[in-house]
C-alpha cells in the first residue's frame, strides 16, 4: 500500500512543485525507497532509469567490484548542477537514502552504491573542458561522470595534462581521497592539485569552493570522500604535457627480489632525486596457474626518448618477459595499464603505510605470497601488492597548496603505501576473512618493528579501516567541525551511508 502524497510548499526550498512523503509512514525500506523513486520521477520524469530498464541495469552494473552490484531503488541521472540541487532537497524533505558514484572503482560494498535507495550517477554529466583564469592560470573543468581516460584524451590535444588517475576508467571520486597522479613525486596528490571544486551542499546550495572561497570546506573536501557535498564540478590545474615515455615492464617470479631492490631505489632514489619519474611498483600471484609475475608500470615525465632516462635505468636490470616502453601519450598509458583490470570479479582491497623498508617488503610480500599459495587452486583467485612511495616533497606539496586533511604534512621519511588486493570470480566469505586476518598480521607485524606509520589511504583502503582517524585527532576534529556548520542535520552522515564515514 502506498500512502498518499501530500503537495506541501516546502519553505526551505524554492522548489514549490516538489512533492512531500508523509511524515507518519512506518515502511519498509523497499517501500520507503520507491516512495522516494516515485517523487523523484515526478519531478524529474526524463532523468530517472527505472528497475527493470536497461539503462537502470547498464549504470547498476558499471562497477570494478561486484561487490558494488547492488540494487537500488531506481537510478537518478541528473544532467546539470541545479538537477543535483533540486534532488538533494527532495532527499532531505523525504528522508530518502541516496548513494553517489563517480567512476565506480571503489571496491568498498555499499560507498558508490545503495540497496532501497537512490542511486545517483553522472552518466549524462562527463564533460572535460580547458580554461584559463584571470591570473592567467590554466585548468581543466572536469564533469563527475567523466572517466580520468577520457581527461587524458582531452587534455594530450593540447600538450596539457592534470594531476589524476593513471588508469583508463577510473572516476572521479579519486580526487576526493588524495589520489597518486603520474606527476605526484613533483605536485603532490590529486588533491592538491584541485583549484576549485563545485559542490551541492546538503541545503542544496550549489558552491564554489577552492582556497578563497570556503577553505576550511576545500581543506575537509581534500580527504573527506562522500562527507560533505555531491561535487558536481573538479578544476584541475594543467601542466605540461606528453608525449612521454612510459610502459610496463613484466617479469617472472625469479626476478623478485630484484624487483624487490627496485622499488626500493626508486622508493628512497629515484622518486626522490627526480621528481619527473614515475612508477608503480606491483606483483601479482594467480592460483590458476600457481604463477607469480612482476608488472611494473614506469614511467618519465617531460622525456622525448623512447627509453628511460638513466636514473631510471635500473628497472632494466630486471630479466623481463614483456617490456612495453616506448614514447607513447598519456591517454595510451591509461589504457594500456588497464588491460586485465576490468570489471566483473568481486575485489576486496586494503592498505597501510610504513616507513619504507627493503626487508620490511620483503618480509610483507613472501608472507602475503605464502597466504596465497596456502588457499589452494580456487578459480580467479588473483593477489595484487603495491608498493608505492610517498616522498617528503610529496607529502609537503599539500600545506603550499592549501593544505589537507591528511595529516601527511612534516614528514621527513620517505613512507610507503602498500597495497593489498584479493580478486575472486565470486564471493567467499572464507576466503576474505583469512585475507583480512593475514591483512591485521601483516600490519601489526610492520608495527611491532616500529616502521608503522598511522597513515591509511581513502583510495585503496577496505570496508571497516579507520580512514579518518588515521590522519590524526585533530585533522578529524577540524574535519567534524566542517560538517557540523555545512551539514548540521547531517544529511551525508545519515541519508548517504555508503563508503567510509566522519561520525
Ligand atoms: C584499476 C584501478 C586503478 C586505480 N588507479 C588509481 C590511481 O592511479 N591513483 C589513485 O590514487 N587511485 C587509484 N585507484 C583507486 C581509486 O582512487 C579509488 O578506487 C576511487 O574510489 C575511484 O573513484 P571512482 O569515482 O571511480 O569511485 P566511486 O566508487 O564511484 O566513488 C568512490 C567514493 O567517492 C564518492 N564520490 C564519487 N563521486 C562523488 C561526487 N561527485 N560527490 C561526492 N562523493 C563522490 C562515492 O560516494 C564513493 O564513496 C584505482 C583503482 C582501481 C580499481
Ligand atoms: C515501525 O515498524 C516497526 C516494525 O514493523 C515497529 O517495530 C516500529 O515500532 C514502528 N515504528 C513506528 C514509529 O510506528
Ligand atoms: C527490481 O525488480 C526485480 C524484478 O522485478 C525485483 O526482484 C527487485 O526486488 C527490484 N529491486 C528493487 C530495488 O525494487
Ligand atoms: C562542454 O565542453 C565543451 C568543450 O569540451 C564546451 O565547449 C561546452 O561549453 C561544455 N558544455 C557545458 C555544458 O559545460
Ligand atoms: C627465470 O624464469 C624464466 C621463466 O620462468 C626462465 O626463462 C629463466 O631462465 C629464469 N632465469 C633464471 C636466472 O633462473
Ligand atoms: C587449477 O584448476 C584448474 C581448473 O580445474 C586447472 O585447469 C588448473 O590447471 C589448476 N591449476 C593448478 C596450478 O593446479
Ligand atoms: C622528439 O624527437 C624526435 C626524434 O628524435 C623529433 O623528430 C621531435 O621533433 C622531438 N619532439 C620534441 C617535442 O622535441
Ligand atoms: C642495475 O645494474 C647495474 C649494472 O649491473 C648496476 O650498476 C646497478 O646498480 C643496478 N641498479 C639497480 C637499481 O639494481
Ligand atoms: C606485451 O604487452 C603488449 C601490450 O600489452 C601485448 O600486446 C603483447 O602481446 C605482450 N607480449 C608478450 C610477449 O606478452
Ligand atoms: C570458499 O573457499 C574455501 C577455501 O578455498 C572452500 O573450501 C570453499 O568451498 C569455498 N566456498 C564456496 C562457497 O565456494
Known amino acids: 500500500m502506498v500512502p498518499p502524497i501530500f503537495s506541501i510548499f516546502l519553505t526551505t526550498s524554492a522548489l514549490s512543485f516538489l512533492p512531500l512523503l508523509s511524515s507518519a509512514q512506518n515502511t519498509s525500506a523497499q517501500q520507503k525507497g520507491a516512495q522516494c523513486c516515485k517523487l523523484l520521477t515526478q519531478a524529474f520524469p526524463s532523468k530517472v532509469a527505472q528497475n527493470g530498464t536497461t539503462a537502470y541495469t547498464v549504470d547498476d552494473t558499471d562497477f570494478w567490484s561486484t561487490s558494488e552490484w547492488l540494487s537500488p531503488s531506481c537510478i537518478f541521472q541528473p544532467t546539470e548542477s541545479q538537477d543535483v540541487s533540486d534532488a538533494v532537497k527532495l532527499f532531505v524533505e523525504n528522508d530518502c537514502e541516496f548513494a553517489i558514484r563517480g567512476g565506480g572503482h571503489s571496491a568498498v560494498p555499499g560507498a558508490a552504491n545503495i540497496d532501497d535507495g537512490i542511486l545517483i550517477t553522472f552518466a549524462n554529466m562527463k564533460n572535460i573542458s580547458i580554461h584559463t583564469d584571470s591570473q592567467d592560470v590554466q585548468y581543466v573543468s572536469v564533469q563527475p561522470g567523466a572517466v580520468w581516460g577520457d581527461v587524458y584524451t582531452y587534455c594530450d590535444q593540447f600538450a596539457v595534462v592534470p594531476m589524476c588517475g593513471r588508469y583508463y576508467p577510473v572516476g572521479t571520486g579519486l580526487a576526493l581521497g588524495a589520489g597518486f597522479s603520474f606527476l605526484s613525486n613533483a605536485n603532490g596528490f590529486a588533491v592538491d592539485n584541485i583549484k576549485t571544486y563545485e559542490a551541492v551542499l546538503a541545503n542544496g546550495a550549489i558552491v564554489e569552493v577552492s582556497q578563497t572561497n570556503s577553505p576550511d570546506l576545500f581543506r575537509s573536501l ?15 590545474l594543467l601542466y605540461p604535457g606528453g608525449p ?41 600471484y594467480m592460483a590458476g596457474t600457481d604463477e ?15 627509453v628511460l632516462p638513466p636514473i631510471m ?7 623481463a618477459l614483456n617490456d612495453t616502453v616506448r614514447q607513447a601519450s598519456y591517454a595510451a598509458l591509461a589504457l594500456e ?12 582491497q586494503r592498505t597501510y603505510t610504513i616507513t619504507a623498508n627493503r626487508e620490511e617488503y620483503a618480509r610483507v610480500w613472501y608472507s602475503f605470497l605464502k597466504w596465497g599459495r596456502s588457499i589452494g587452486n580456487v578459480t580467479g583467485l588473483t593477489l595484487l601488492h603495491c608498493n608505492m612511495p610517498l616522498t617528503p616533497r610529496m607529502m609537503n606539496a599539500g600545506v603550499e597548496k592549501g593544505s589537507n586533511s591528511l595529516g601527511l604534512a612534516g614528514t621527513d621519511d620517505v613512507l610507503s603505501i602498500l597495497y593489498f588486493g584479493l580478486s575472486l570470480d565470486t564471493y567467499n566469505e572464507t576466503i576474505v576473512n583469512s585475507f583480512n586476518s593475514l591483512f591485521d598480521t601483516l600490519q601489526s607485524g610492520s608495527k611491532s618493528r616500529g616502521l608503522l606509520n598511522p597513515y591509511i589511504m581513502w583510495n585503496y583502503a577496505g570496508l571497516g579501516q579507520d580512514i579518518f582517524l588515521s590522519y590524526g ?11 557540523k556548520q555545512y551539514d548540521p542535520t547531517g544529511v551525508f552522515q545519515r541519508l548517504v551511508p555508503g563508503g567510509f564515514k566522519l561520525f
Open 292 to 306: 607469480v609475475i612482476t608488472n611494473t608500470p614506469v614511467y618519465y615525465n617531460s622525456h622525448n626518448s623512447s
Open 473 to 483: 585527532q585533530s585533522s578529524l576534529n577540524f574535519m567534524k567541525e566542517v560538517s
Open 313 to 319: 635505468a635500473g628497472w632494466y636490470n630486471m630479466t
Open 244 to 284: 612521454v615515455v612510459g610502459g610496463q615492464i613484466t617479469t617472472p617470479e625469479n626476478q623478485t627480489e630484484k624487483w624487490l631492490d627496485l622499488t626500493y631505489d626508486y622508493s628512497v632514489r629515484q622518486a626522490v632525486l627526480d621528481v619527473n619519474t614515475h612508477a608503480l611498483p606491483a606483483i601479482l
Open 337 to 348: 595499464f588497464n588491460e586485465n583490470q576490468g570489471d566483473g570479479q568481486f575485489q576486496e
Open 222 to 236: 581534500k580527504g573527506g570522500g562522500n562527507n560533505f557535498a555531491v561535487v558536481t564540478r573538479y578544476d584541475l
